[in-house]
């Protein structure tokens, strides 16, 4: 049995499926799966390439591997960390009474005559800096068990995505490169197929998607500023990602009259954060609210009528639907029932039918939906 502790992004919910769907892709058998505080431990059959996972999820900041401890957590920390016998040891823990543990640790290894430092990672760059992780020497303790850092998210690598590209829009404003490669791992999209965003703005899901490995995509936006941008973008990943054959196509074309410019039946999976209406100021009154997410959801049922002329049968579409926040409640675009009558089976997670993603004073939430096509 092999057991590993997934240390989940803010939004843990979005993070938790984002796993689920991975390991279905991947067809990675689970044997038992628990939500703890921050993290997901999960046990595996087989044991998992943490270094191929900690790359691809959007969702994910750590992933650890369970030691065993047969005597006591303290022990099998000083042992592990003893086991390379050359040199000073460098070591980190977090987690439940970390600091308590890693006095004990320190001092048992002074007592085995080891030289020690002990790091205090609150963040992943400083587990990163101190190479903590080829050491074997980052550990975080959850309850009465402890697991060793075998893969830690690449921070410095998604702000390089989300600030330096060369094209952006703070107008529309731009997806987290985190949160579109969540979606595009929510979408189970393999290699092969077609991806397209038909309101790709900057191209943020098109360029993350590159990232993962997919070779064939479409970006169609409105706006001829938007195309600019994401093959702006495009050329930018391509070259400094150094991925080659790709086979990409940027399309001006409104979303409600994709199928003038795009073949019937051809796209495998539509992934994307459409238009969500204009800026708000967050005094907004609530006849104001209820008209734009009326407009809104009509554009997204114009739209979906559109994806189901273009998407294969049995297409996937991963989508944001904006909720706007109105005193302490939302107000919600109302369309999921129209995009079912269009044609499209709602594809919950689990339990959830839609996945919330929002920050605290932020006055728009992204609702991220997924639906097939029948
Ligand atoms: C929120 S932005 C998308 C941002 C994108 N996810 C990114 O990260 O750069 C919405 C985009 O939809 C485009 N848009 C608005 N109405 C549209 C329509 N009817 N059809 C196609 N694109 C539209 C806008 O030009 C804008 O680029």
Excluded at 173 to 187: C, D, E, F, Q, Y
Excluded at 302 to 315: C, I, N, P, R, T
Aim: charged content about 25%.
């Amino acid at each position: 049995m092999n057991t590993y502790a997934f240390q989940l992004g803010r939004e843990q919910k979005i993070s938790i499926a984002e796993i689920t769907a991975f390991f279905l892709h991947e067809n990675i058998k689970v044997i038992s799966q628990k939500h703890i505080n921050q993290f997901l431990i999960v046990e595996t059959k087989k044991p998992l390439d943490a270094n191929k996972l900690i790359s691809r999820l959007g969702g994910t900041i750590k992933i650890g591997t369970k030691l065993e401890c047969p005597d006591s957590i303290v022990r099998a920390i000083v042992d592990s960390l003893d086991e390379d016998k050359t040199g000073k040891v460098h070591f980190s823990i977090s987690g439940t009474n970390a600091k308590r543990v890693a006095l004990n640790v320190k001092n048992q290894l002074k007592e085995r005559g080891r030289s020690v430092r002990y790091i205090e990672a609150n963040n992943t760059a400083t587990i990163i800096h101190n190479h903590l992780i080829k050491r074997r020497s980052d550990f975080t303790i959850i309850n009465k068990n402890v697991f060793m850092t075998v893969g830690v998210q690449n921070i410095e690598s998604f702000s390089v995505r989300d600030y330096d590209r060369p094209g952006s829009d703070n107008v529309s404003g731009m997806l987290p490169p985190k949160l579109a490669r969540i979606m595009v791992n929510l979408s189970l999209a393999t290699p092969e197929q077609i991806i397209l965003d038909p309101f790709c703005g900057s191209g943020t899901v098109l360029t993350e998607a590159l990232d993962l490995g997919f070779k064939n995509i479409i970006g169609s936006d409105n706006s001829g500023k938007a195309i600019d941008d994401s093959k702006k973008n495009i050329e930018w990943i391509s070259q400094n990602y150094q991925i080659s054959d790709i086979n990409y196509q940027t399309l001006l074309s409104d979303a409600t009259q994709l199928s003038k410019k795009i073949k019937l039946n051809s796209i495998d999976v539509i992934i994307s954060e459409p238009y969500m209406g204009k800026p708000l100021r967050g005094n907004e009154r609530l006849d104001t609210l209820q008209m734009q997410t009326a407009e809104l959801g009509q554009l997204y049922v114009s739209a979906f009528q559109e994806f189901y002329k273009v998407l294969k049968k049995g297409g996937m579409v991963v989508f944001i639907i904006p909720q706007f926040r109105h005193h302490d409640g939302w107000v919600k675009t109302d369309c999921v029932e129209k995009i079912k009558k269009a044609g499209f089976l709602l594809e919950s997670f689990g339990e959830d039918e839609s996945l919330l993603y929002w920050r605290k004073k932020q006055y728009v939430g992204r609702g991220i939906y997924r639906f097939r096509k029948k």
